[in-house]
């Protein structure tokens, strides 16, 4: 299913079906955008992300590589580089050119990926990569994930991509791509179930086994045309997490390696306020999106 769009920025999809992983790029043009991170997690794997702090001499990225396969996936962006470098795109230093890449992965080794996306993946995800709709559910970096895992792994269901996008005042744009890959449920804006195994209220009542705590993770990338620095970005993204605890129940467990990136690819003007609720919802709106989009493709979580 195709939905919303993200302004500014090309997104393309590697799949791999028979090994249950994929990944996910996000490509920023030849200019760029300004990217900030807030990794809330306890279980992380990324790339770069150190060069988005506010003070680090990097000011702009050429793209999101979001992938499957745990670390062994990070490799994905050589492949994302090396076709931005090809095509004359990235960070110019001196008589070079070398395209930023942050990126970060889910954990979906125990879905059966024998074969973790490496560059291949990442270039194909580039070459892919296309203006307009995004196709959701269990595609790209969504292909393995899986939702509620909180009771054991066989209660788990299908997870995947999702995206959502609103128009906020000022015609400004706010759009979000969510990987869905929890240890938690999944809710809609009532509180009531859209994906999982009833684990929230499990763990109130101690009857919870051990989970798997290191199976996990959602990512998530906000876009906005507003005008945003580093520090904004950085603001913007750690606000994003609001959207993360009103859609998943637990989320940032220490199994989880949820993170945001936020990206600016415009010079539209909005206030922080305005701008900060409508991310928080775009991203509650991508992960719901990603777990029914997952439950329309079927497959199962096995």
Known sequence: ?????????????????????????LLCGERGAVCGVAVRGGAPGTRETDALE???SVQRVHAICLTGGSAFGL??????MAYLAERGVGLEVGKV????????????????????????AGRASAVAAAPGPVPEGRVGAGTG??????????RRVPGGVGVASLALPGSVSMAALAVVNALGDVVDER??????CGGWDAVLEGRVPPPEMRANTTLAVV?????????????????AHDGFAM???PAHTAGDGDLVFALSTGERELDPITLGVGETEAVRRAIVSAALAAARAGGGGA
């Open 97 to 120: 050119r070398v395209p930023i890449v942050p990126a970060a992965v889910i954990f979906d080794l125990a879905e059966g990926a024998a074969h973790p996306p490496g560059p291949e």
């Open 191 to 196: 509180g009531e179930i859209v994906a999982g």
């Open 1 to 25: 299913m195709a939905t919303a769009e993200l302004p500014g920025v090309q997104v393309g999809h590697w799949t791999d079906l028979e090994h249950r992983t994929g990944c996910t790029v």
């Open 247 to 249: 859609a998943l129940r």
């Open 145 to 154: 994930a899986t939702i509620g895992k909180l009771l054991g792994r066989d």
């Open 223 to 239: 876009v906005t045309d507003a005008r945003l620095d580093k520090t904004a970005c950085r603001g913007l993204a750690a606000q």
């Open 54 to 56: 506010p003070g680090r």
């Open 75 to 80: 490799g994905t962006a050589d492949g994302v």
